[in-house]
């Protein structure tokens, strides 16, 4: 496994050059066939000339570092992305940015009488986060990191938008 805070601290400078935020970085797969995610963004979103600058100027960085070599070893394939509307929460950061957001966790099934939790997450700090909502057991749940297996901000879409004039049925 890839030392992700070491891959982290030679992106970081690159990506802020750039104007973008660097949001998450994180290595699957096996060392053959290892991928090496950077996720950015910034206000008002990221496109696809941002993803590409960035990708650019990461990669000769990335391979001529040696904290980044050892860290991740051998071949990788680096791919840069947006965190999207529904975003993974995996650091106390990321769950301190989404407060007020409705999001969903699957929660360790030895810890909690629910496997599954949707609501807005009223508040988030070092240790865990609080849940809030009428899916949410007694309305309001604490719930720690460590419970937390897997976490993600859900995008809600506003009502459906009216049909054009020509397109409501006319009644007799």
Do not use: N
């Not at 106390?92 to 360790?108: K, N, S």
Request: glycine residues 8%; negative net charge; hydrophobic residues 40%.
């Amino acid at each position: 496994m890839a030392d992700v805070d070491a891959i982290a601290a030679a992106v970081e400078p690159v990506v802020a050059a750039l104007g973008l935020e660097l949001y998450d970085v994180e290595s699957t797969g096996p060392t053959r066939a290892r991928i090496l995610r950077v996720t950015v963004e910034r206000r008002g979103g990221v496109d696809l000339d941002a993803v590409a600058a960035a990708s650019q100027a990461l990669s000769p960085v990335l391979d001529a570092d040696p904290a980044v070599q050892a860290a991740c070893p051998g071949p990788y394939t680096l791919e840069v992305t947006s965190p999207g509307l529904e975003r993974r929460l995996r650091t106390p950061a990321h769950f301190t940015r989404a407060v007020g957001e409705t999001v969903t966790l699957r929660v360790d099934a030895g810890t909690a009488d629910v496997r599954r939790l949707t609501g807005t997450l009223a508040s988030a700090d070092g240790t865990g986060c609080t849940l809030t909502g009428p899916e949410v057991p007694g309305g309001e749940a604490r719930i720690s990191y460590d419970q937390i297996e897997r976490a993600r901000t859900v995008f809600e879409w506003g009502p459906a938008p009216r049909r054009a004039k020509s397109e409501r049925v006319k009644r007799p």
